[in-house]
Nanobody, 123 residues
Framework: QVQLVESGGGLVQPGGSLELSCAAS????????ITWFRQAPGKERGGVVC????????SYAAFVKGRFTISRDKSSNTVYLRMNRLKPEDTAIYYC????????????????WGQGTQVTVSS
Protein backbone atom coordinates (compact mmCIF):
# COMPACT_ATOMS: atom_id res chain seq x y z
CA GLN A 1 0.00 0.00 0.00
CA VAL A 2 1.46 3.32 -1.10
CA GLN A 3 1.58 5.93 1.62
CA LEU A 4 2.99 9.37 2.24
CA VAL A 5 2.31 10.45 5.79
CA GLU A 6 3.06 13.97 6.96
CA SER A 7 3.52 14.87 10.61
CA GLY A 8 4.94 17.64 12.76
CA GLY A 9 2.46 20.41 12.11
CA GLY A 10 1.00 22.54 14.85
CA LEU A 11 0.60 26.00 16.30
CA VAL A 12 3.71 28.15 16.64
CA GLN A 13 4.36 31.80 17.39
CA PRO A 14 5.81 34.14 14.76
CA GLY A 15 9.58 33.73 14.65
CA GLY A 16 9.35 30.15 15.88
CA SER A 17 10.34 26.87 14.26
CA LEU A 18 8.77 23.57 13.28
CA GLU A 19 10.03 20.45 11.57
CA LEU A 20 7.68 18.52 9.31
CA SER A 21 8.23 14.89 8.33
CA CYS A 22 7.00 12.99 5.30
CA ALA A 23 7.28 9.22 5.71
CA ALA A 24 7.03 7.15 2.52
CA SER A 25 6.14 3.49 2.12
CA UNK A 26 4.91 1.09 -0.54
CA UNK A 27 6.91 2.50 -3.47
CA UNK A 28 10.50 2.98 -4.62
CA UNK A 29 11.26 6.10 -2.60
CA UNK A 30 14.75 6.50 -4.06
CA UNK A 31 13.32 6.83 -7.58
CA UNK A 32 11.16 9.83 -6.75
CA UNK A 33 11.71 13.53 -6.23
CA ILE A 34 9.72 14.87 -3.30
CA THR A 35 8.06 18.28 -3.14
CA TRP A 36 6.43 20.07 -0.25
CA PHE A 37 3.35 22.04 -1.30
CA ARG A 38 1.15 24.24 0.82
CA GLN A 39 -2.36 25.60 0.65
CA ALA A 40 -3.42 28.60 2.66
CA PRO A 41 -7.10 29.35 3.33
CA GLY A 42 -8.74 30.74 0.20
CA LYS A 43 -5.64 30.23 -1.94
CA GLU A 44 -4.48 27.66 -4.46
CA ARG A 45 -2.01 25.00 -3.50
CA GLY A 46 1.53 25.87 -4.56
CA GLY A 47 5.05 24.49 -4.37
CA VAL A 48 7.37 25.35 -1.50
CA VAL A 49 10.50 23.26 -2.00
CA CYS A 50 11.62 20.13 -3.80
CA UNK A 51 14.44 17.66 -3.25
CA UNK A 52 15.76 15.35 -5.94
CA UNK A 53 15.69 11.57 -5.59
CA UNK A 54 19.38 11.42 -4.70
CA UNK A 55 19.13 14.36 -2.32
CA UNK A 56 21.74 16.26 -4.26
CA UNK A 57 19.54 19.01 -5.67
CA UNK A 58 17.03 21.25 -3.94
CA SER A 59 14.81 24.00 -5.27
CA TYR A 60 13.21 26.57 -2.98
CA ALA A 61 10.46 29.07 -3.59
CA ALA A 62 11.75 32.61 -3.08
CA PHE A 63 9.43 33.25 -0.16
CA VAL A 64 11.04 30.50 1.97
CA LYS A 65 14.66 30.67 0.83
CA GLY A 66 16.95 31.12 3.81
CA ARG A 67 14.26 30.12 6.29
CA PHE A 68 13.27 26.57 5.28
CA THR A 69 15.55 23.57 4.74
CA ILE A 70 14.59 20.31 3.08
CA SER A 71 16.44 17.03 3.55
CA ARG A 72 15.84 13.34 3.01
CA ASP A 73 16.94 10.18 4.78
CA LYS A 74 17.30 7.10 2.59
CA SER A 75 17.45 4.69 5.51
CA SER A 76 14.03 5.70 6.84
CA ASN A 77 12.37 6.77 3.57
CA THR A 78 11.59 10.15 5.11
CA VAL A 79 11.78 13.72 3.89
CA TYR A 80 12.07 16.54 6.40
CA LEU A 81 11.19 20.20 6.19
CA ARG A 82 12.80 22.39 8.80
CA MET A 83 10.99 25.72 9.01
CA ASN A 84 12.63 28.59 10.87
CA ARG A 85 11.63 32.22 11.42
CA LEU A 86 8.02 31.36 10.68
CA LYS A 87 5.63 34.12 9.66
CA PRO A 88 1.83 34.32 9.88
CA GLU A 89 1.73 34.06 6.09
CA ASP A 90 3.29 30.59 6.34
CA THR A 91 0.00 29.38 7.84
CA ALA A 92 -1.28 26.62 5.55
CA ILE A 93 -1.84 22.92 5.14
CA TYR A 94 1.47 21.40 4.06
CA TYR A 95 1.50 18.40 1.74
CA CYS A 96 4.31 16.23 0.49
CA UNK A 97 4.10 14.60 -2.92
CA UNK A 98 6.23 12.31 -5.08
CA UNK A 99 7.08 12.64 -8.75
CA UNK A 100 9.44 11.02 -11.23
CA UNK A 101 9.39 14.21 -13.32
CA UNK A 102 12.36 16.12 -11.92
CA UNK A 103 10.72 18.39 -9.33
CA UNK A 104 8.15 19.62 -11.81
CA UNK A 105 5.81 22.41 -10.77
CA UNK A 106 2.93 20.67 -12.57
CA UNK A 107 0.92 19.06 -9.79
CA UNK A 108 -0.66 16.65 -12.29
CA UNK A 109 2.74 14.98 -12.63
CA UNK A 110 2.77 13.84 -9.02
CA UNK A 111 1.92 10.20 -8.47
CA UNK A 112 1.50 10.14 -4.71
CA TRP A 113 0.25 12.67 -2.16
CA GLY A 114 0.05 12.78 1.60
CA GLN A 115 -3.03 13.85 3.51
CA GLY A 116 -1.49 17.10 4.73
CA THR A 117 -0.52 18.58 8.06
CA GLN A 118 -1.74 21.93 9.39
CA VAL A 119 0.78 24.64 10.27
CA THR A 120 -0.57 27.71 12.05
CA VAL A 121 1.66 30.67 12.83
CA SER A 122 -0.03 33.00 15.26
CA SER A 123 0.55 34.84 18.50
Amino acid sequence: QVQLVESGGGLVQPGGSLELSCAASGFAFDKYDITWFRQAPGKERGGVVCISRDGGTTSYAAFVKGRFTISRDKSSNTVYLRMNRLKPEDTAIYYCAATQNYCTGDQRQYDYWGQGTQVTVSS
